[in-house]
């Protein structure tokens, strides 16, 4: 009886295998046991709050299906769900929409431009060929997409695991990992206004191809926003964020990245193209060197473009890439002017236009390199903190004109005063600073005089790790800490019976 069961059971779902259906679009409110109930629905109740979907599944531009109960919805392979009327989710746990095998995705879940008002919250999407939003404001708010594929056997799914095209969707609090290609993306060539709001992006591009882990292309009427997210990588090619604007679409592609923190990527930020404004503030860009060519990777910020890709960059922090700042024309041997984005004029009115970003630590090859100008315009990069109060230094860690006389001027001055690892108070009777901080091969100590110095550097258990009396040169030592184990350390400095200290990360 229980192999005749099972045998009941297989042919009931390979019957709906293929099965397409449609709902009647009758202004009905579904819900999904009701959905799973209808005649001809491929929609199988499969045990308490778990449904199998055996087939394509389109809910009609007049029809509503509302899933306000935790629940399971399992994919067949290459599966469709298109949504022409409204998606309304909101469980008190989680809804999850999932493969009925994790091995074989489902095609795709898709939002047309009469779903407009189709909410998405506490809803996980797994192991399909991503979620594709055309011409809608959808919102997906405190959601879970992972494990999207690009690829189905030889059907083609989507490049991104959330594809935007046209509209104004809105990207809540959701959790954006381990997928193919990026993150999130939109079109090259129909202007779309994403905001992107405390997410967490974590290495997208499990391919390793070409792709960043947000993508955005044309803008549209409002700023495109990505702001308070994490965006942290592990893969050699993938990058952090790119806005590229490359198909000479009208208007003006509008973006405000800010106050996220965008880490061990291919490359931080990159800009592209041309007719882009761009607010880029209070980031931390750092580390964002896992791909060792340094020909094509490693740049905290990277500019490329023309005259009308302006904007002002300010009140960042970029260290430990392989490059700080690079910025280019769109091409090399093309006599139009490159980009004209600022980063900090002391004369302009804006507020935004402050300086205020901290370059430092930024190299490769044994040379620092925070700032790269590598095309023949002059750019403004002003009131900024370069780690170090020495004009010679800072010029030394800048490749322009004063390098090759064909490049455009930087103009850093005035600088900032750095406050890169100052510490103040009675901890710091000496007014020492030392930079940069984390560190991985030297920590350079600024002292006021250049009398002998005892400086020593504490574990995290207060064991001492170096202590050293050394003599400053023009006010500066090197401390090395390269053979120091990674962590936490407590820096500790006496010059003529003043004492300072601060707290150092070593090998981050």
Same mark, same amino acid.
């Given at each position: 009886?229980?192999?005749?069961?099972?045998?009941?059971?297989?042919?009931?779902?390979?019957?709906?295998?293929?099965?397409?259906?449609?709902?009647?679009?009758?202004?009905?409110?579904?819900?999904?046991?009701?959905?799973?109930?209808?005649?001809?629905?491929?929609?199988?109740?499969?045990?308490?709050?778990?449904?199998?979907?055996?087939?394509?599944?389109?809910?009609?531009?007049?029809?509503?299906?509302?899933?306000?109960?935790?629940?399971?919805?399992?994919?067949?392979?290459?599966?469709?769900?298109?949504?022409?009327?409204?998606?309304?989710?909101?469980?008190?746990?989680?809804?999850?929409?999932?493969?009925?095998?994790?091995?074989?995705?489902?095609?795709?879940?898709?939002?047309?431009?009469?779903?407009?008002?189709?909410?998405?919250?506490?809803?996980?999407?797994?192991?399909?060929?991503?979620?594709?939003?055309?011409?809608?404001?959808?919102?997906?708010?405190?959601?879970?997409?992972?494990?999207?594929?690009?690829?189905?056997?030889?059907?083609?799914?989507?490049?991104?695991?959330?594809?935007?095209?046209?509209?104004?969707?809105?990207?809540?609090?959701?959790?954006?990992?381990?997928?193919?290609?990026?993150?999130?993306?939109?079109? &090259? @060539?129909?202007?779309? !206004?994403?905001?992107?709001?405390?997410?967490?992006? %974590?290495? *997208?591009?499990?391919? +390793?191809?070409? =792709?960043?882990?947000?993508?955005?292309?044309?803008?549209?009427?409002?700023?495109?926003?990505?702001?308070?997210?994490?965006?942290?990588?592990?893969?050699?090619?993938?990058?952090?964020?790119?806005? &590229? @604007?490359?198909?000479? !679409?009208?208007?003006?592609?509008?973006?405000?990245? %800010?106050? *996220?923190?965008?880490? +061990?990527?291919? =490359?931080?930020?990159?800009?592209?193209?041309?007719?882009?404004?761009?607010?880029?503030?209070?980031?931390?860009?750092?580390?964002?060197?896992?791909?060792?060519?340094?020909?094509?990777?490693?740049?905290?910020?990277?500019?490329?473009?023309?005259?009308?890709?302006?904007?002002?960059?300010?009140? *960042?922090?970029?260290?430990?890439?392989?490059?700080?700042?690079?910025?280019?024309?769109?091409?090399?041997?093309?006599?139009?002017?490159?980009?004209?984005?600022?980063?900090?004029?002391?004369?302009?009115?804006?507020?935004?236009?402050?300086?205020?970003?901290?370059?430092?630590?930024?190299?490769?090859?044994?040379?620092?390199?925070?700032?790269?100008?590598?095309?023949?315009?002059?750019?403004?990069?002003?009131?900024?903190?370069?780690?170090?109060?020495?004009?010679?230094?800072?010029?030394?860690?800048?490749?322009?004109?004063?390098?090759?006389?064909?490049?455009?001027?930087?103009?850093?001055?005035?600088?900032?005063?750095?406050?890169?690892?100052?510490?103040?108070?009675?901890?710091?009777?000496?007014?020492?600073?030392?930079?940069?901080?984390?560190?991985?091969?030297?920590?350079?100590?600024?002292?006021?005089?250049?009398?002998?110095?005892?400086?020593?550097?504490?574990?995290?258990?207060?064991?001492?790790?170096?202590?050293?009396?050394?003599?400053?040169?023009?006010?500066?030592?090197?401390?090395?800490?390269?053979?120091?184990?990674?962590?936490?350390?407590?820096?500790?400095?006496?010059?003529?019976?003043?004492?300072?200290?601060?707290?150092?990360?070593?090998?981050?």
């Amino acid at each position: 009886m229980k192999k005749l069961i099972l045998f009941s059971l297989l042919t009931l779902f390979g019957t709906h295998a293929q099965a397409q259906y449609q709902t009647p679009g009758t202004g009905v409110r579904w819900t999904l046991a009701q959905l799973a109930a209808a005649p001809t629905s491929n929609v199988v109740l499969t045990g308490p709050n778990a449904y199998a979907v055996n087939g394509n599944l389109r809910l009609s531009p007049t029809d509503t299906l509302s899933i306000t109960t935790n629940a399971t919805l399992r994919l067949t392979s290459l599966a469709q769900v298109s949504i022409d009327g409204i998606l309304l989710v909101n469980p008190q746990d989680s809804v999850k929409i999932t493969a009925q095998v994790s091995s074989a995705p489902f095609h795709s879940f898709a939002f047309s431009a009469t779903s407009q008002g189709s909410q998405l919250r506490k809803t996980i999407v797994e192991y399909g060929g991503g979620i594709r939003v055309l011409d809608n404001d959808l919102l997906l708010d405190s959601c879970v997409v992972r494990y999207q594929v690009a690829r189905i056997g030889s059907t083609n799914t989507n490049s991104g695991a959330i594809s935007l095209s046209g509209g104004a969707p809105r990207i809540l609090n959701c959790q954006i990992y381990d997928n193919a290609r990026s993150g999130i993306q939109s079109s &090259a @060539n129909r202007g779309t !206004s994403p905001l992107i709001q405390n997410c967490l992006l %974590r290495n *997208n591009g499990t391919e +390793n191809g070409n =792709y960043p882990q947000v993508n955005l292309g044309a803008g549209g009427a409002t700023p495109a926003v990505i702001e308070r997210c994490r965006i942290t990588g592990r893969h050699n090619m993938a990058g952090g964020i790119a806005v &590229a @604007n490359l198909v000479g !679409s009208r208007g003006t592609s509008q973006v405000h990245i %800010r106050r *996220n923190r965008i880490a +061990n990527n291919r =490359y931080g930020i990159t800009l592209l193209g041309t007719n882009i404004a761009a607010v880029v503030t209070r980031n931390i860009i750092e580390n964002n060197n896992t791909n060792p060519n340094v020909l094509t990777s490693g740049s905290g910020i990277n500019v490329q473009g023309g005259a009308t890709l302006t904007g002002v960059a300010s009140r *960042n922090v970029l260290r430990g890439n392989l490059w700080g700042v690079t910025v280019l024309r769109a091409s090399l041997t093309s006599p139009a002017p490159g980009p004209t984005i600022s980063f900090g004029d002391v004369s302009s009115s804006d507020s935004l236009n402050v300086g205020l970003n901290q370059l430092y630590n930024n190299g490769n090859g044994g040379q620092v390199y925070d700032f790269y100008v590598e095309m023949p315009d002059n750019l403004l990069a002003q009131n900024n903190d370069w780690g170090t109060n020495s004009l010679a230094t800072i010029e030394s860690h800048i490749v322009h004109q004063v390098d090759r006389p064909a490049l455009g001027l930087l103009n850093f001055q005035p600088i900032r005063q750095t406050t890169v690892l100052n510490t103040r108070g009675a901890a710091n009777q000496l007014g020492l600073s030392a930079y940069p901080n984390p560190v991985r091969q030297l920590l350079t100590l600024r002292l006021p005089t250049s009398t002998p110095a005892v400086v020593r550097l504490r574990d995290a258990l207060g064991r001492i790790a170096y202590t050293a009396e050394r003599v400053p040169t023009a006010g500066e030592l090197a401390v090395p800490v390269a053979g120091l184990a990674p962590g936490l350390y407590l820096l500790e400095v006496r010059q003529q019976g003043q004492t300072a200290t601060a707290k150092v990360a070593v090998g981050e």
